[in-house]
């Protein structure tokens, strides 16, 4: 992510993922992307808008391609 020009932070320290959306919120995140065992099984990850609470799955492997069309997605649907 941070190589595609994204600010990235990790959860080294086990919280929950409901702790980790509360220290996203804190550090004032727009978007949030969730990966875990789920996720990388699926090869689907969610992006998560956190100021409309709106979400888009976007598959794993194409991360680096469609991101920012998701995203821009998620910021057209707050302006409908």
């Known amino acids: 992510m941070r190589d595609l020009g994204y600010s990235a932070d990790l959860d080294f320290a086990g919280r929950s993922v409901k702790a980790q959306f509360k220290a996203a919120n804190r ?3 727009r978007f ?3 990966l875990g065992d789920e ?3 699926t090869g689907q990850v969610k992006v998560k808008d956190m100021q409309t609470g709106n979400q888009a799955d976007l598959n794993l492997g194409q991360l680096d391609l469609d ?4 995203i821009e997605a998620l910021v057209a649907e707050e302006e409908k």
């Open 27 to 29: 550090r004032q995140a």
């Open 32 to 34: 949030v992307i969730t």
């Open 39 to 41: 996720e990388v099984q």
């Open 67 to 70: 991101l920012p069309a998701v």
